[in-house]
Antibody, heavy 123, light 107 residues
């Protein structure tokens, strides 16, 4: 069974940093691109970033460029999201999700998703 | 960026009702459109991919269709477990974008 388990969320002050992790199991991790999607309180789903299976390509939403970094350790079957210069508007549940393809390609989809980890940015 | 306009934002329906949610893309996205179901505190769940292909294990009362840049998700007979928020998502070009969501509530 494919499983994704996020961790690392918590309370952080504005301007602070946090690193999220997503432990994957049940599939050949390096064969699939992975993504982070977030949901702010009372809001909808919002794509944040994606990374190819070999970590050779990364893609970011404009609102996180230069602040967030996606990475992966295929030897540990783990996806990461390093978040710096956090803002109050980054407060959200962050989900990791498995992509359909090895590369970040048109025509794909997110399946499955993890349960999410809550990030709260507040002083 | 491709904008996805989803409607309605919410609806009230009864068990057994036929429900249709629509999503309009701001430009052509071919059939690169996915639908997800999301319940509070749970992981979002893929229902339909490529506009009309049912994900394995998803009940056949769910269906998807497309007409140009308009896409629809239909639940033929609403069941108690279907009360949730539904999102469309385009996977034609990055940044991948979602519709605003449709909350399906019990009437």
């Amino acid at each position: 069974e494919v499983q994704l388990l996020e961790s690392g969320g918590g309370l952080v002050q504005p301007g602070g940093s946090l690193r999220l992790s997503c432990a994957a199991s049940g599939f050949t991790f390096s064969s699939y691109a992975m993504s982070w999607v977030r949901q702010a309180p009372g809001k909808g789903l919002e794509w944040v970033t994606s990374i190819s299976g070999n970590a050779g390509s990364t893609y970011y939403a404009d609102f996180v460029k230069g602040r967030f970094t996606i990475s992966r350790d295929n030897s540990k079957n783990t996806l990461y999201l390093q978040m710096n210069s956090l803002r109050a508007e980054d407060t959200a549940v962050f989900y990791c999700a498995k992509d359909r393809y090895r590369t970040v390609s048109p025509g794909g989809w997110f399946d499955p998703w993890g349960q999410g980890t809550l990030v709260t940015v507040s002083s | 960026d491709i904008q996805m306009t989803q409607s309605p934002s919410s609806l009230s329906a009864s068990v057994g009702d036929r429900v249709t949610i629509t999503c309009r893309a701001s430009q052509s996205i071919s059939s690169s459109l996915n639908w997800y179901q999301h319940k509070p505190g749970k992981a979002p769940k893929l229902l339909i991919y490529a506009a009309s292909t049912l994900q394995g294990g998803v009940p056949s009362r769910f269906s998807g269709s497309e007409s140009g840049t308009d896409f629809s998700l239909t639940i033929s007979s609403l069941q108690p477990e279907d009360f949730a928020t539904y999102y469309c998502q385009q996977s034609y070009s990055t940044p991948w974008t979602f519709g605003q969501g449709t909350k399906v509530e019990i009437k």
